[in-house]
């Protein structure tokens, strides 16, 4: 895997009129003088959010690449999530360095009720709040 020769294109890519016309024109051959693998370039030529998400490359430079492809906000995020869903937790990177599982278990972890947690329990008692004493005036 190149991470870094993805990030490289698609940081050029965003700040290049000309490469984002050549990439218009043919995604392809734009991609060739970059050392990228078979799936990478699949990923790039799609485009495939979600997959260039779970490979590691950086939200920042990913939601350009989304923006010149037309994709809005919010599914933007869905398909950075379906990727995590589909292929697994983010192979390389900072958010893979980081730990990053997903909304839900972070959520769980801070002992919110999530998705997963709402399917399986039909009750749920908040949690204590620390801060609050009982008998105090």
Same mark, same amino acid.
């Not at 990923?43 to 350009?64: S, T």
């Not at 278990?105 to 801070?110: G, K, S, V, Y």
């Given at each position: ?7 490289k ?11 984002q ?5 043919d995604?392809? @051959? ?24 779970? *490979? ?8 350009h ?19 995590? @869903? ?9 958010? @893979? ?7 839900? @278990?972070?959520?769980?972890? *801070? ?9 399986s ?17």
């Amino acid at each position: 895997m190149s991470l870094y020769y993805v990030q490289k294109f698609l940081y050029q890519l965003n700040r290049e009129p000309e490469l984002q016309e050549r990439y218009r024109a043919d995604r392809r @051959a734009v991609l060739e003088p970059y050392e990228l693998t078979h799936e990478e370039v699949e990923a790039l030529v799609e485009p495939d959010i979600g997959f260039l998400f779970h *490979l590691g490359v950086n939200g920042q430079i990913l939601m350009h690449f989304a923006a010149l492809h037309h994709i809005e906000w919010a599914d933007y995020l869905q398909r950075m999530r379906d990727g995590v @869903a589909e292929h697994g937790p983010v192979r390389e990177g900072v958010y @893979a360095m980081t730990g990053y599982e997903g909304t839900e @278990a972070h959520a769980e972890r *801070l002992g919110h009720r999530t998705t997963a947690t709402a399917s399986s329990s039909s009750e749920s008692t908040p949690p204590d709040d620390p801060t609050t004493k009982k008998g105090s005036t």
